[in-house]
Structure formats: C-alpha cells, structure tokens
C-alpha cells in the first residue's frame, strides 16, 4: 500500500471452502473470464500476468460499474493476488483505496481447499435521509460476497465439465 493515507482501520475477511476438484480446474474458474462472469457477477479482462491491469466489469442489480486493478501474483494452480479499486466504494482512487484479493488453492486428496483472503479499506461516512454508511460498511458487504459467493463458485466448478 502507497503512504497517501493511513492504513489503520482496514479489516480483512477470510472465508474457505472445500472444492471436490482438482487444482487446474479451481484455477481455471478463477482466471477464465466467462467463468468468473458465472460465479462472481463480474468479468475480469486481464492476460494474469505480474503487474498487468485488470479492467473489471460487474453488475449491481441493473447497473454496471467499471472498476480496474493490478495483478500482483499469478503461480497456476497455487496462488492468485490481486489489488482492485471500486468506484462504488467512495473511496478515491488512489492506492491505499485499493483492495487486495489473494486466493490459495491448496489441494488436500481428491478436493481443494480454496482460501480467499481479501484486505478492505475502510468505507467513507455518507448519510442520506433515512441511511448511513460507516467505516465498517465496505468490510460487512465483502464478508457476506464471500460467504454467498463461494459456494456458487465451489458449485460451477463441481458442475462444469468445460474448465
């Protein structure tokens, strides 16, 4: 992270799932972009090569949102990391603002454990008439992506004979 702003306060999620696949095919799921566009609403353009630029297309409802992002690590079948900014956090763009992502595939018999790893910044007070939003806003919403997200993964990649 840059030194444009303090980094107290960040939370990080951790969630795990156990996924009867071999590694290539959890890793497939992660880097193949109509894969992910299956299991994570988002599709990710990227080649996943060290230092390359993410753009991000996801889907909120109707809306999409245009993020972007940077590939940090990339080692098939094993690890994959990535930092990524959110328009709709609030947040600036600038660095501290970015989010890091970091999956581990690590294989246990004839199933993975996938363990994903995600450092949030804290989310920027707004309030409207009858809401508001807290530091801890952006943190609670990654907690319950994950937790709903992956078992939609684990179940594409189970299911899909094409990865």
């Known amino acids: 992270m840059a030194e444009d702003a303090p980094q107290r306060n960040r939370h990080t999620v ?23 566009e299956t299991w994570r609403n988002a599709d990710f ?19 999409r949102y245009r993020d972007k992002g940077r590939v940090i690590r990339a080692e098939p079948y094993d690890l994959l ?19 890091t992502v970091t999956f581990k595939i690590i294989p246990e018999g004839d199933q993975v454990l996938l363990e994903v790893e995600q450092d949030v910044p804290p989310s920027p007070l707004r309030q409207g008439k009858d809401w508001s939003i807290g530091p801890e806003t952006g943190f609670r919403h990654v907690e319950f992506y994950w937790r709903s997200t992956l078992p939609i993964l684990k179940r594409v990649v189970e299911q899909d004979a094409a990865l």
């Open 14 to 36: 951790h969630q795990s799932i156990r996924i009867t696949a071999a590694p290539r095919k959890v890793w497939a799921a992660l880097v193949a972009s109509w894969a992910g």
């Open 45 to 63: 353009e990227t080649d996943w090569q060290i230092g390359s630029p993410i753009a991000i297309t996801a889907r909120i409802g109707e809306k």
């Open 81 to 99: 990391q990535y930092a990524y900014w959110s328009r709709i956090s609030g947040l600036p763009d600038v660095p501290s603002s970015y989010s």
